[in-house]
């Protein structure tokens, strides 16, 4: 694996109060790699979606805490991971599916699916009553397209 030219870590309480304060930490750490405003709107898309699987499907009605670990690697990359210790996805290639969803009819089920469009790659490691950890990388280009 690449060593970082700049990380951070974090961790907050799986509030959906701090969806949006995370969605803008992770943006304003990305700036450093002089992204397009395209680039951070899909970067902070992507942060969104995966801050809110965390709260909605990793922790149902408790609380716990999410983990944040952010890196810019060689080449212009940044990698986010997205991690909680919930109740982990029992089959993560199902769950990956478009419309797919364990949380009812108040969820459209596309999460991952957006993650997807705004990344460069997407990887999902869980397990059962363990948690989850969604890494999300995105080359930055820095280039109106």
Known sequence: MAKAINDFKMNIPSKSVNEGFLRAVVSAFSALSDPTIEEINDIKTAVSEAVTNAI?????????????DAAILPDNVLRIKIKDKGEGIEDVKKAMEPLFTTAGDDRSGLGFTVMESFCDKVRVKSVKGKGTVVTLTKKITGKCE
């Open 56 to 68: 909605v499907h990793g922790y149902r009605e408790k609380q716990g805490r999410i983990y944040i």
